[in-house]
């Protein structure tokens, strides 16, 4: 195992070695690797159905994700009634709030392969990995 590590992250430098030229065999392969490993990333682990599920489901997100879509829908109804009908936060935007957030995650389906497209994670992570130096 240790002689296999070595073999793949050293030497970080390109180093003569008589005729042969000896280089771990990651940095050798860098731009390959780069795109296998963006291509993977962003099609089976950032995808955008995966994280609408996080942002929706998971604990540690969906109660920050409810409380910014309220405040924003508070100030979306500000400016649309003129701030004649909502002068604080009231118990009817806040059901409605709720009531939004539930349902999104049956209606933003539509859009996954808009953001996926959008979001240009393959191609971000591919040129961000390539630049990456050995130290």
Not at 82 to 88: E, I, N, S, T, Y
Not at 94 to 110: A, F, R
Request: positive net charge; contains cysteine; charged residues 20%.
């Amino acid at each position: 195992d240790w002689l296999a590590l070595k073999m793949i992250f050293e030497p970080i430098n390109p180093t003569k070695f008589g005729p042969l030229v000896l280089q771990g065999l990651f940095l050798k392969r860098q731009k390959e690797v780069s795109a296998e490993f963006a291509h993977l990333i962003s099609k089976n682990l950032l995808t955008s159905e995966k994280l609408w599920n996080s942002i929706l489901t998971d604990a540690s997100t969906s109660a920050n994700f409810r409380s910014i879509f309220a405040k924003h829908l508070f100030s979306f109804m500000n400016k649309v009634t003129l701030g004649l009908a909502f002068r604080q936060q009231s118990k009817t935007l806040d059901d409605i709030s709720v009531k939004v957030v539930e349902n999104l995650g049956s209606h933003v389906g539509v859009l996954h392969e808009y953001i996926d497209k959008t979001l240009c994670l393959e191609t971000s992570l591919r040129v961000k990995m390539e630049g990456m130096t050995s130290l």
